[in-house]
């Protein structure tokens, strides 16, 4: 069962930085069967769940949406079994609650970043606030 945790929010001013982490369990990045896309997420309130990022184990690569590129950073430590979300100079519009998902459809997930349109994913975790103040 693949189950993810999200965790590392808070409260930053804009400019500011901040790292999510998410723990996962019930696949792996080094996995010679099934492919995933791990990804991260938010909703605004009174706004539609966005993608911000995610890596697909398929291709190995990691995807933008264009409103963080150069801004946030992805990575993964399968060690961990972890995948951080680095996000530098915070702008009050990245307020949000962020979640950690996963997904078997790799291509879903990754037109999902590069549309900008939100397909849906199967699994989901918790989800963590941040808020950036002006």
């Known amino acids: 069962e693949v189950q993810l945790q999200a965790s590392g929010g808070g409260l930053m001013q804009t400019g500011g930085s901040l790292r999510l982490s998410c723990v996962y369990s019930?696949?792996?990045?080094?996995?010679?069967?099934?492919?995933?896309?791990i990804a991260w997420f938010r909703q605004a309130p009174g706004k539609e769940r966005e993608g911000i990022s995610c890596?697909?184990?398929?291709?190995?690569?990691?995807y933008y949406r264009d409103s963080v590129k150069g801004r946030f950073t992805m990575s993964s430590d399968d060690a961990k079994k972890t995948v951080y979300l680095q996000m530098n100079n915070l702008k009050p519009e990245d307020t949000a609650v962020h979640y950690c998902?996963?997904?078997?459809?790799?291509?879903?997930?990754?037109?999902?970043?590069?549309?900008?349109?939100?397909?849906?994913?199967?699994?989901w975790g918790k989800g963590t606030q941040v808020t950036v103040s002006s």
């Open positions: 998902a996963a997904d078997v459809d790799v291509a879903k997930t990754r037109t999902t970043m590069r549309s900008g349109l939100y397909y849906g994913m199967h699994y």
């Open positions: 019930g696949f792996t990045f080094e996995d010679d069967g099934e492919d995933y896309a």
């Open positions: 890596i697909t184990t398929d291709d190995g690569r990691t």
